[in-house]
């Protein structure tokens, strides 16, 4: 090739991921124009940024391998926050950051899948890693992280777990075969549930343990013991209402999580039933707050800091350029068994 050839792109991509350089050249910009891509400067027109990011993921990037450092930051997104959930999460990441010297930023997305704005200010940020909590990343957003070097790892995920990004999750399936197989064992026979949102990854396998308990003792499932709910106090107190209020209502209910739980203790309350006489409660989560409840609520306990604190040691060994031993861990969950069930009443 002489020096007046432009190198093709075959040429150019020879050797593995491509130098900025090389981005410049196959894109046909200039290198501060891809170097602001990169670094996720806001002055690129639309067209620009997509065309760069586009070669990135196509050939990869050849930069120095990442280091975390005492100033570098985790940040950890959450769909909402509120409660003693996000509080244990944040107990657990910080765990972890405060052992690499790591700052945490905590961001609120009030939606399952963060909205505009989030992702710019995340790459302005340049966080060591991104840890999202029951959250979704789209396409695009994945990629504005991963060409610019910076890794997530999907804590609580409520899409497919076989993902290309590692994440880390409870046992949902068999908590919620536990804590139906409870009830089961005190002798209820009408156990209704109160899922969480469908789109959930965590409300669907605990549906599914729940009916496999079932099904290993010989009960049909009900479709009319299957309530919907959101994971929200008033979702799990409207639910709880319409399953107390049928012809034959069950002895017990199974909510799959602690705030639904909570709404049906409310529930029971202005109906005037007892718990755990007339109904038996189990939750999951076992949130500080359940054990002072009246009655204390048996419950599913996911170990939320534990799950934290593995996603944090994960982003940091992807920040630091080393491979995962593996890229989806599960912990185990345990029933927890307190006042709130018995065996029904005669």
């Known amino acids: 090739m002489t020096a007046s050839e432009e190198p093709s792109e075959t040429q150019t991509t020879q050797g593995g991921p491509l130098t900025i350089n090389q981005l410049a050249e196959l894109a046909g910009v200039s290198t501060a124009t891809v170097s602001k891509v990169v670094n996720g400067r806001t002055e690129v027109a639309p067209e620009t940024r997509a065309l760069v990011e586009g070669l990135i993921r196509r050939h990869g990037y050849r930069r120095q391998r990442r280091r975390v450092s005492p100033a570098a930051l985790v940040e950890v997104v959450f769909h909402a926050l509120g409660g003693d959930y996000p509080v244990e999460i944040i ?35 340049r966080p060591a890693g991104v840890i999202a909590v029951f959250s979704g990343l789209t396409e695009a957003q994945r990629d504005q992280l991963v060409v610019r070097d910076i890794p997530i790892v999907l804590l609580d995920p409520i899409g497919d ?41 965590s409300s669907r396998a605990r549906l599914d343990g729940h009916r496999t308990a079932l099904d290993l003792a010989g009960i049909p499932a009900d479709p009319e013991l299957i309530g919907s709910g959101d994971f929200l106090i008033e979702g799990g107190r409207a639910e709880a209402h319409r399953l107390l209020r049928l012809p034959d209502p069950p002895t017990a209910i199974f909510a799959c999580n602690d705030g639904m739980a909570t709404g049906v203790y409310r529930a029971a309350h202005e109906l005037g039933l007892r718990i755990p006489g007339d109904l038996s409660v189990v939750g999951f989560d ?32 992807l920040a ?5 031993a593996q890229p989806r861990v599960e912990l185990a969950t345990e029933l927890i068994v307190r006042e709130s069930t018995a065996p029904p009443a005669d």
């Open 320 to 324: 630091q350029g080393e491979p995962l």
């Open 161 to 201: 777990p076989r993902s290309r990004i590692p994440s880390v999750a409870a046992g949902n399936w068999s908590g919620g075969l536990s804590a139906t197989r409870h009830l089961l064992d005190l002798g209820h026979r009408r156990i209704a549930i109160i899922t969480g949102p469908n789109w959930a990854l």
């Open 91 to 125: 107990k657990g990441v910080d765990r972890v950051a405060r052992e690499h010297g790591l700052g945490v930023v905590v961001s609120d997305m009030q939606y399952a899948t963060p909205g505009h704005g989030w992702i710019e200010s995340a790459v302005s940020r």
């Open 286 to 317: 076992d949130l500080s707050p359940m054990q002072w409840a009246v009655p204390p609520l048996t419950t599913v306990r996911q170990p939320l800091s534990d799950m934290a604190a593995a996603a944090a040691a994960m982003l940091v060994k």
